[in-house]
């Protein structure tokens, strides 16, 4: 079993700029494909963002594509979102996932995913 545990979410003005992180509980993290989701109110939880294990292939939703980067430290067993211009519409709760099936592929399926977190709020003000 991995636990997964996000942080940094939070209220921001549109335009603005948040970063979240997730910790992972166990090392075997460095081997797993970690993604980020999110899901608004009375939405499907949605893929925002994913990244290999090595950090060698990252793959974006389209609209988040130049405004969010995915990043990782292996060392330090943790991803991290960073989150700028944001949009009203960015508003959900942001789910991070981590997956140990088909590492090298950065996938976009949420029913790919093994593990997820508890989820963060981020808010973003018009």
């Known amino acids: 079993q991995v636990q997964l545990v996000e942080s940094g979410g939070g209220l921001v003005q549109a335009g603005g700029s948040l970063r979240l992180s997730c910790a992972a509980s166990r090392r075997s993290i460095i081997v797993a494909t970690m993604g980020w989701f999110r899901q608004a109110p009375e939405k499907e939880r949605e893929f925002v963002a994913a990244i290999t294990w090595n950090s060698g292939t990252t793959n974006y939703a389209n609209s988040v594509k130049g405004r969010f980067t995915i990043s990782r430290d292996n060392a330090k067993k943790t991803v991290s979102l960073q989150m700028n211009s944001l949009k009203p519409e960015d508003s959900a709760v942001y789910y991070c996932?981590?997956?140990?099936?088909?590492?090298?592929?950065?996938?976009?399926?949420?029913?790919?995913?093994?593990?997820w977190g508890q989820g963060t709020q981020v808010t973003v003000s018009s």
């Open positions: 996932a981590a997956k140990y099936r088909s590492i090298r592929y950065a996938g976009d399926a949420l029913s790919e995913y093994e593990y």
